[in-house]
T-cell receptor, first 115, second 115 residues
Framework: DAKTTQPTSMDCAEGRAANLPCNHSTISGNEYVYWYRQIHSQGPQYIIHGLKNNETNEMASLIITEDRKSSTLILPHATLRDTAVYYCIVRVVMNYGGSQGNLIFGKGTKLSVKP | EAGVAQSPRYKIIEKRQSVAFWCNPISGHATLYWYQQILGQGPKLLIQFQNNGVVDDSQLPKDRFSAERLKGVDSTLKIQPAKLEDSAVYLC??????WGIGELFFGEGSRLTVL
């Protein structure tokens, strides 16, 4: 089962920042927080990941609380093309050859960006 | 760089018939995954390959599903006989690293409808 809790849906105005929350209160020390998104009729797409420090790339920023029990994905200037389902996933890494490197998806947050 | 290729994109069959899906991962990617995504849900892992060996097939319904990755490159997922509940999108993904750290790259999926 997925180890994260996300709101089912959110709306955001085009050009504004979209802040997508995620709770992962049972996260372990060796688990990273990953975010993927899935645009309609496409496969999931990697966005960003982090362990405990805030991370930023060309797509988004990831803010992880100090206790690591929750995080927020920020799309700084949402566009209509950002309309998608966003998945927050905790993932064990450095598990040599093991299956725990897999992504376990929940139902995600359906983000609708409106003009 | 070419992405993950999957075929066919769409398939309609009747229950009890068989179907096969093909996946060609990104060149050089050691790990290959097959996911099943039922409408309205997040993707669920069916099987993970490390080169041509199976790492995790614990959620593969082995009485009807089979998968292989001969020569550690492309892969085939077969369903025989199909049931109504197998209607879903079958996603193939690959990742470069062996240790479950790197991002997964997904194909566009193969949509199966079982009548």
């Amino acid at each position: 089962d997925a180890k994260t809790t996300q709101p089912t849906s959110m709306d955001c105005a085009e050009g504004r920042a979209a802040n997508l929350p995620c709770n992962h209160s049972t996260i372990s020390g060796n688990e990273y927080v990953y975010w993927y998104r899935q645009i309609h009729s496409q496969g999931p797409q990697y966005i960003i990941h982090g362990l405990k420090n805030n991370e930023t790339n060309e797509m988004a920023s990831l803010i992880i609380t100090e206790d690591r029990k929750s995080s927020t994905l920020i799309l700084p200037h949402a566009t209509l093309r950002d309309t998608a389902v966003y998945y927050c996933i905790v993932r064990v890494v450095m598990n040599y050859g093991g299956s725990q490197g897999n992504l376990i998806f929940g139902k995600g947050t359906k983000l609708s960006v409106k003009p | 760089e070419a992405g993950v290729a999957q075929s066919p994109r769409y398939k309609i069959i009747e229950k009890r018939q068989s179907v096969a899906f093909w996946c060609n991962p990104i060149s050089g990617h050691a790990t290959l995954y097959w996911y099943q995504q039922i409408l309205g849900q997040g993707p669920k892992l069916l099987i993970q390959f490390q080169n041509n060996g199976v790492v995790d097939d614990s959620q593969l319904p082995k009485d009807r599903f089979s998968a292989e990755r001969l020569k550690g490159v492309d892969s085939t997922l077969k369903i025989q006989p199909a049931k109504l509940e197998d209607s879903a999108v079958y996603l193939c993904a690959s990742s470069l690293d062996r240790w479950g750290i790197g991002e997964l790259f997904f194909g566009e999926g193969s949509r199966l409808t079982v009548l």
